[in-house]
Structures are given as structure tokens and as C-alpha cells.
């Protein structure tokens, strides 16, 4: 495993890794393609290379860049980033979750944001992305679920209207 006292953080150079033990809280391991399949404790940052977890992830940052993030089991207070891929989680409850697509079965307590979210079941979470789709939501401990569409980036179309509303005014001048 990953630990304070055994190995410290880590700086991989290999383009894929795979650890059998447990990354403990407070520590950090960076490489590209990266698999455990142990609980994450601690913060794992892929530069460029896919993430995948089989156990749980608690507390810590999980972070793929252009990479995606799957996550097997639960994340609880965690923070699970992945701008320009998809992050796919089972479970998670109190947790930070942003990718470019995200599917997960059951929220408790979230924060999504995405391009693209497909959820199972929410409860109590906030969420936040142009394309929604959520099977079932319900409050938890009294606080509801709010959900934010947002509106995509229109401005290619402004530019295109103007365009040919200029070619029309040519159109008629001749």
C-alpha cells in the first residue's frame, strides 16, 4: 500500500500502474493510467490516463486530466474530477463530483456538475448540467434535491443568423 510510512507520495513514471494495498489519508500518488484495487484514502491525480478504483474512496481527491474515473464501490467526502472524460461511480453520498459525463446509481448529498448527467437515484443533491437524466429524487434529512439545467453556448448560432440575415439584405439590394 500507499502510506506515510512506507512510501510517501508517489511520482510515477510508468504509464500504467497497479497497487493491491490501500492509499492512506494524506497521501498522493500521480502518474497516468492507474488502477487499486484497495480503498483510496488519499488523493490519486492521473496526467492524461484513466483512473479506476475497485474499493471504496473516502476523503481525498480523485483527478483524471483528459482522463475518465471509475469508482466500483462507495465515495463518501470525496472530490472526484474529471473535466474532459466520464466519471462513473456506484455509490456516493457528501461527495464533489465534475466530468464531462457522469453516471452514477445512487447520490446522497452531492454536488454534480457536468455536460451530461445520468442518475439512478438522488437524494438531497445539487446538480447542475445541459443534459439530465435522473430516474428517481427525493430529499434527504429535509433537504431537497435541486436540479440546474444549463443552457449550452448559443453564441454559433448568433454568429450564423447575422450572417445570413446579411446575405438576405444583399440578396434584395441586387
Excluded: W
Excluded at 23 to 29: A, M
Excluded at 64 to 84: I, P
Excluded at 133 to 140: L, M, N, P, R, V
Amino acid at each position: 500500500g500507499v502510506s506515510a510510512k512506507t512510501t510517501g507520495d508517489l511520482e510515477l513514471s510508468a504509464d500504467e500502474f497497479i497497487e493491491h494495498g490501500e492509499v492512506e489519508g494524506g497521501c498522493t500518488v500521480k502518474g497516468k493510467h492507474m488502477t487499486f484495487l484497495s480503498d483510496v484514502f488519499g488523493n490519486v491525480i492521473s496526467r492524461g490516463g484513466n483512473i479506476f478504483i475497485a474499493g471504496n474512496v473516502a476523503g481525498g481527491r480523485i483527478e483524471s486530466q483528459g482522463g475518465n474515473v471509475t469508482l466500483g464501490k462507495g465515495v463518501s467526502r470525496a472530490m472526484v474530477c474529471a473535466r474532459d472524460g466520464a466519471v462513473t461511480v456506484h455509490y456516493c453520498d457528501l461527495s464533489t463530483i465534475i466530468g464531462k459525463i457522469v453516471r452514477i446509481e445512487r447520490a446522497v448529498n452531492c454536488e454534480i456538475i457536468a455536460d451530461e448527467v445520468i442518475i439512478d437515484v438522488i437524494e438531497g443533491c445539487l446538480i447542475a448540467a445541459e443534459k439530465i437524466k435522473i430516474t428517481s429524487a427525493d430529499e434527504c434529512r429535509g433537504r431537497e434535491s435541486l436540479v440546474t439545467v444549463l443552457i449550452p453556448d448559443l453564441s454559433g448560432f448568433a454568429q450564423h443568423i447575422a450572417t445570413l440575415q446579411r446575405r438576405i439584405v444583399e440578396a434584395q439590394a441586387n
